[in-house]
């Protein structure tokens, strides 16, 4: 196989996905960011690398985000959101993490591919990506990826969604945004 076959079945599967993101779950997700003080992002692996790629959009849009476990993070209050990231829903870290955050009634955004999980009891809003996972249930998106490749990708392109609604909801000028971009580099 080469490249340009490989780059099409992932922009395929990828195009497929993201319209199979239900429109409402995601602007209910977005309200939550919108009146939270404060929104905070926990998860593993290279689902962990998406939600941080989306923490800091979102940063550049003058919210404040913390990663759980950054050094610099501070107390979750009920006035924050906590955003999960597991496709599964099952991961031991966010769920952990999910139960904490409830004792101090934040509200708590899950972002997976399994709607029946552990996970639900804590979540106040949920959106499916319905790609396959770990689990390998029924009505997921298969992958020629591997593992949860899928997942991955199509919760960055989710966060860059919901920060260009943000972006044309507000109005925002584009260019003025470079001012919230690191400038020590």
């Known amino acids: 196989?080469?490249?340009?076959?490989?780059q099409k079945e992932i922009v395929e599967e990828l195009s497929n996905t993201l319209n199979q993101i239900d429109g409402d779950s995601a602007d209910e997700l977005l309200a939550e960011i919108k009146k939270a003080d404060k929104v905070f992002f926990v998860g593993?692996?290279?689902?962990?690398?998406?939600?941080?790629?989306?923490a800091k959009r979102l940063a550049h849009l003058g919210i404040k985000t913390y990663?759980?476990?950054?050094?610099?993070?501070?107390?979750?209050?009920?006035?924050d959101l906590l955003i999960v990231g597991s496709g599964s829903g099952e991961s031991a870290f966010?769920?952990?993490?999910?139960?904490?955050a409830k004792k101090y009634n934040a509200r708590i955004a899950h972002?997976?591919?399994?709607?029946?999980?552990?996970?639900?009891?804590?979540?106040?809003?949920?959106?499916r990506i319905p790609v396959s996972t770990k689990l390998q249930l029924p009505n997921e998106i298969p992958s020629v990826q591997p593992m949860t490749s899928l997942f991955e990708q199509s919760l960055l392109l989710l966060g860059d969604t919901l920060a260009l609604m943000l972006i044309r909801e507000q109005d925002i000028d584009m260019p003025s945004l470079w001012e919230y971009h690191a400038n020590l580099e």
Do not use: H
Request: include cysteine; charged fraction near 15%; aromatic fraction near 6%.
């Open 44 to 54: 593993v692996g290279r689902v962990l690398l998406s939600l941080q790629g989306v």
């Open 94 to 100: 966010p769920l952990t993490i999910a139960q904490k």
């Open 111 to 127: 972002i997976g591919a399994n709607p029946d999980c552990s996970m639900k009891e804590y979540s106040d809003v949920f959106v």
């Open 67 to 79: 990663v759980v476990g950054q050094i610099t993070e501070p107390a979750i209050t009920e006035n």
């Open 1 to 6: 196989m080469d490249y340009n076959q490989a």
